[in-house]
C-alpha cells in the first residue's frame, strides 16, 4: 500500500520509511529538502510543511499517512526554539489535515507524531492513557517545562481538530526511540557511557520511559492494521526505569564499569556542550503503553537490559 511520510528525514523516519519499503509499501516522504536520496523504494517529494501545495495529491488515494514532521527538540530550548518547535508541530499537523479533508480519496488511517513529554514529571506512579496525569501544572520545576507540555497538547489538538471523518487518526505519544544509527539518542547516551560519563544525573531517580526502535516499527504497523485504535496511544516499552538503572545497564552492556555521576549543574554544562537541554535528562518520564498491551501487543523488547544488548550488539 502506499504510505506518505511527511518529516520523514531524520532518524525515527529514516529507520521507518526503509523498513516500510523494504515490506513491498510505496513509500512518499515529504520533505522540505528537494532531491534527497532516501534509499531503494522510497521516494521523495518537497513540501513547507506549513502550506497546501502539489504535495497534497500524495495524500490522494494513499492508504496512511504518518507525520513524523517537527522540529527535533535536541537543541538548547531558548524561546526561539520552543516557539519554532511549536510552530513546526503544529503547522505542519494542521496542513495534513487540510490535504486529506480536500482528497477524493483521503486515506484510511492518519498516525501523528507526539511525544511522551504530555505526561507530568512524576516518580509516584507510570502514566498510561486512561489515568495518566497531563503535566505543566507540577510545583517545583522550571516553568518553561510547562510550556513542552503545552507545545504536545497543542501538537495533539491541531489532528483532533481536523475535519477528517474518513480517516481513522492516533496520537502516536512517543518515548524515547533506541536505535543503534549514528546521531540517534542511543548513538549520543553510548558514547558518554564509553566515555566514562554515563553516570547518575542529578541523583538518577527520575525515570526513563523507551522503546526499542524495532518494536517502534512494529506498533507502526500494529495500529496500522488495527482499525479499532483511534485517539492517544503511548508508545513505550511497559518497563521505564530510573535513571541510575538506565545508565548502568547501558554502561554494563558497553562493558564500561564506571560512569562518573553529574550534579544538576555539571548537567546544565554538559546540555550546554552538547547543544541539549536539561529537560531531556531531568523529567521524569515515566510511562507504560496501556492501550497497546490491553489491545494484545507485545514487546519483543520489554526490558531494558535486553534491548540495550541487543543496540550494542548491532551498533
Known sequence: MKI?????????????????????????VLTRRAGVDLGAGVRSVRWDGRSLGPWAHELDGCAAVVNLAGRSVSCR?????LREMMASRVDSARVVGEAIAAASAPPRVWLQMSTATIY???HDAANDEAT?????????VPGYWAFSVEIAK????AQERASTPATRKVALRTAM???PDRGSVFDVLSWMARLGLGGPVAGGRQYVSWIHDRDFLRAVEFLLARDDLAGPVNLAAPDPVPQREFARTLRRAWRRPVGLLATKWMAEIGAFALRSDTELLLKSRRVVPGRLSDAGFTFDFARWEDAAADLVQRR
Open 4 to 28: 506518505v511520510l511527511p518529516g520523514g528525514t531524520g532518524n525515527v523516519g529514516g529507520f521507518l520509511s526503509r523498513s516500510l519499503a523494504a515490506a513491498g509499501h510505496e513509500v512518499v
Open 77 to 81: 530550548y531558548t524561546e526561539a526554539n
Open 154 to 157: 497543542q501538537w495533539e489538538l
Open 120 to 122: 507530568a514529571h512524576r
Open 177 to 179: 526511540v533506541m536505535s
Open 132 to 140: 495518566g496525569v497531563i503535566g505543566g501544572t507540577e510545583p517545583g
